[in-house]
């Protein structure tokens, strides 16, 4: 079997990581050269030159673009890993598509607007593309073991999913992804949120509330709820599961271990062990990569499918519109922007 030909779109600088980038293609790079016999690092791309050409020397990528429609017009390539802001994952996917590439695995949040998520994926679909997206937190110890301690039954009938985080967008899309995943990827039925933006909050420049608060409901019953900021510490972990009979804490505020469960009639938290992993890592990107790999070499479908990115990607944008209408979101969203670009352009939030 050929290897599949990787390129990357956007390497960025991993030395500096926070609002301005991370730098997450280097992540991804680590993830395929543990894949060495099945892919092919062959290009990359960047339009500032001093960080492409360190990405290159570090993974030994041979060629090397500022531009990268000559990068996919030149190379033919397979699988295509994109890490830049998410106001250009758009256009950047459907070129990518319409290069004839047969997968793209693109960096979270899916996009800058609830339409351009459905673009993509649609316009996948059609071309037979898969198309991923790097929610690798679900490939955690942490999460894996806490799924399948709610599968058991040992916290009976799950009835609330409630997480804790500094934004509902730019980290909250992997809570928003992981509490899709918990649930079985059941779709929402209704979003209710306010929001609080008093001072500029951009990462990869798009607007990040300071503040917010969101209850919801799938349509299998299961409420959920979310507090961002200052707030998160209402939940008091990274994700709260309760049960009829019990709950689970994945990443407790009050110490212990990264996983904890308690039952009905138990006073203390037990700790369950998840070795040296954490909430964040490590070695979630490298399984993510693979996943992604096997699902293009065995033709299945990924956990990471743009299916399930769109789950988790729609209560995040109905979060923010129902904040902007000041009313209560029935799904499926119908408004296709991003409401709180479209506050902060209307003077709701004059930051």
């Not at 992540?27 to 791309?45: F, N, P, R, S």
């Not at 399948?148 to 992997?174: P, V």
């Not at 306010?194 to 990869?204: A, C, D, E």
């Not at 293009?296 to 789950?311: F, K, M, R, V, W």
Request: net charge negative.
């Amino acid at each position: 079997m050929a290897k599949l030909r990787v390129g990357f779109i956007g390497t960025g600088d991993e030395r500096s990581p926070g609002p301005l980038g991370y730098g997450m293609n280097h992540q991804h790079a680590k993830g395929y050269q543990l894949l060495a016999d099945q892919v092919e690092m062959v290009a990359c791309c960047d339009l500032q030159g001093e960080r492409v050409k360190r990405f290159s020397d570090m993974y030994g990528v041979p060629n090397t673009y500022s531009d990268y429609h000559a990068m996919l017009t030149k190379e033919k390539l397979d699988l295509v890993s994109i890490s830049t802001w998410p106001h250009t994952h758009c256009q950047i996917v459907l070129d990518t598509i319409a290069a004839g590439v047969k997968a793209i695995h693109c960096e979270k949040p899916m996009a800058f607007t609830w339409g351009e998520c459905k673009t993509m994926v649609a316009a996948a679909e059609r071309a037979k593309v898969k198309l991923t997206f790097n929610h690798q937190r679900r490939f955690g110890a942490p999460f894996r073991q806490a799924k399948a301690i709610l599968d058991s039954g040992r916290i009976g009938e799950l009835q609330q999913i409630q997480w804790g985080a500094g934004d509902n967008y730019d980290y909250g899309s992997h809570n928003w992804d992981m509490a899709s995943y918990l649930n079985d990827h059941v779709p929402v039925k209704w979003v209710l949120a306010q929001v609080h933006y008093t001072g500029k909050n951009l990462v990869f420049d798009v607007h990040n509330e300071n503040q917010a608060l969101a209850m919801w409901q799938y349509e299998n019953g299961v409420h959920g709820l979310m507090a961002t900021g200052p707030g998160k510490d209402f939940v008091a972990c990274h994700h709260r599961i309760i049960g009829s009979k019990g709950e689970i804490a994945i990443g407790p505020n009050w110490g212990g271990s990264v996983l904890q469960l308690k039952t009905v009639g138990e006073d203390t938290w037990q700790d369950i062990d998840c070795g040296s992993e954490h909430c964040h890592g490590p070695g979630y990107i490298e399984r993510a990569i693979a996943d992604v790999v096997q699902a293009i070499l065995y033709d299945t479908t990924s956990e990471l499918c743009g299916a399930n990115a769109l789950l988790a990607s729609e209560p995040m944008f109905a979060a923010w519109e129902s904040a902007r209408q000041r009313s209560r979101i029935d799904l499926p969203l119908t408004y296709d922007g991003n409401a709180l670009d479209q506050m902060v352009k209307d003077g709701i939030f004059p930051v």
